[in-house]
């Protein structure tokens, strides 16, 4: 059975120090795989999504950046961290054109 | 450009009570629509697809509709018990179908014992 790992759970990070949240699928191959984030009030705001190996599709202009080294793994990074990039991230992953599934997600907090 | 809301935002009920959600969407051109549950600190729970095609889907005490030609998908929860409080979301995927999830913002449920 596929599913999908994100780590880690939770994240407390200095201003302007980098950030590397890390997402991987396993039972599965070619997935479409997917960065949300989760503001209070704001709902789910898609951040980026891929549809294969370097195809990175970015829905927001922002301090951050994402990339796909591997078929199943997915990877949200920065730089420099703003206080406005607090908030709680998740990973999803879908076959192409079905369900998505979601990970457990990341509440990161940048003081 | 799709937009999906829920009405409405927040929402408390004894327990017992059967209940439904509202989730309306602007461009009825969709490839698929499907409820999440998202109990809180947690990642998304899927509960149910249904394909532009279908009317609706069913899953133990959830049964959900979709009119596509309305804009509008309903979740029905029978019989509902403290266990369903949680923000249930509704997303909607246009066609070709490769495409992200558009998500509304969620109702939030409360089933009070």
């Known amino acids: 059975s596929q599913t999908i790992h994100q780590w880690p759970a939770t994240l407390v990070q200095p201003v302007g120090s980098p950030l590397s949240l890390e997402c991987t699928v396993e039972?599965?191959?070619?997935?479409?795989l997917y960065w949300y984030r989760q503001a209070a009030g704001r709902g789910l705001q898609l951040l980026f999504y891929?549809?294969?190996?370097?195809?990175i599709s970015s829905e927001v202009p922002q301090n951050l950046s994402a990339s796909r080294p591997q078929d199943r793994q997915f990877i949200l990074s920065s730089k420099k961290l703003l206080l406005s990039d607090s908030g709680f991230y998740l990973c999803?992953?879908?076959?192409?054109?079905?369900?998505?599934?979601f990970g457990a997600g990341t509440r990161l907090s940048v003081l | 450009k799709q937009e999906v809301t829920q009405i409405p935002a927040a929402l408390s009920v004894p327990e017992g009570e059967n209940l439904v959600l509202n989730c309306s969407f602007t461009?009825?051109?969709?490839?698929?629509l499907q409820w999440f549950r998202q109990d809180p600190g947690k990642g998304l729970t899927s509960l149910l697809l249904?394909?532009?095609?279908?009317r609706e889907q069913t899953s133990g005490r959830l049964n959900a509709s979709l009119d596509k030609s309305s804009g509008r998908s309903t979740l029905y929860i029978a019989a509902s018990q403290p266990g369903d409080s949680a923000t249930y979301l509704c997303?909607?995927?246009?066609?070709?179908?490769?495409?992200?999830?558009?998500f509304g913002k969620g109702t939030r449920l409360s089933v009070i014992a």
């Open positions: 461009d009825s051109a969709i490839y698929n």
């Open positions: 891929s549809v294969g190996i370097g195809q």
């Open positions: 997303a909607v995927k246009q066609p070709p179908g490769n495409t992200p999830l558009v």
């Open positions: 999803a992953w879908s076959p192409r054109q079905n369900i998505q599934y």
């Open positions: 249904i394909q532009s095609s279908q």
């Open positions: 039972g599965t191959s070619n997935p479409n």
